[in-house]
């Protein structure tokens, strides 16, 4: 694999700056070390996902047509507001918190872990069916639900169920159906 140094620097980047940043917002809270570790975690995946040229929400063994951008453009809003609202659970909305023991956070930690190395298991798998694909969304299932319980949010986990589970059943919905289409 060619090493591309402008993808690895601007990781590195942006490693650096939110791991500044978000050691110097969380850190005036209560119970604030696993969920920063957590969030450095989730950055660190997904700087990942960047530099290998990975959209972490949807199967990258369908061509680009086969995709669905309405879908995957209200996911990506939903994540990344997931993720502002998890850091505001922390900072503003304590009330908002499950437990508040560091506990939660540990096994958001955990199941952050899961749902990576089930994502990754799901996009190495060579057979591209419709067990490979409910799989791959299993995992961003766990990844999201990983969010409410690092960030110990209440919250994020009605979040997460109202609008992130119908749209990963929408997405799973519709790569399954591109299957059959492909199929026929």
Not at 8 to 24: E, K, P, Q, R, T
Not at 43 to 67: I, S
Not at 72 to 87: D, E, K, P, Q, T
Request: glycine share 6%; net charge positive.
């Amino acid at each position: 694999m060619k090493l591309n140094f402008k993808r690895l620097a601007w990781d590195i980047f942006v490693l650096l700056y939110a791991g500044l940043f978000f050691y110097n917002c969380l850190r005036p809270y209560e119970n604030w070390f696993f969920p920063y570790l957590y969030t450095m975690l989730l950055v660190l995946w997904l700087c990942k996902e960047y530099y290998q040229k990975n959209l972490f929400f949807q199967p990258t063994h369908f061509p680009n047509e086969a995709h669905n951008y309405l879908l995957r453009g209200l996911f990506a809003l939903f994540f990344y507001s997931s993720f502002v609202f998890g850091i505001a659970t922390i900072v503003w909305w304590q009330r908002y918190r499950i437990f508040k023991s560091p506990l939660l956070p540990l096994a958001g930690i955990f199941l952050l872990g899961l749902g990576i190395y089930q994502r990754e298991k799901a996009l190495h798998m060579n057979v591209k069916d419709k067990a490979t694909v409910e799989k791959f969304y299993e995992s961003l299932g766990l990844i999201i639900f990983s969010m409410a319980l690092g960030y110990d949010s209440y919250f994020l986990l009605i979040y997460g169920l109202v609008i992130g589970v119908p749209l990963i059943i929408l997405q799973m919905q519709h790569y399954i159906k591109r299957l059959q289409i492909k199929a026929n």
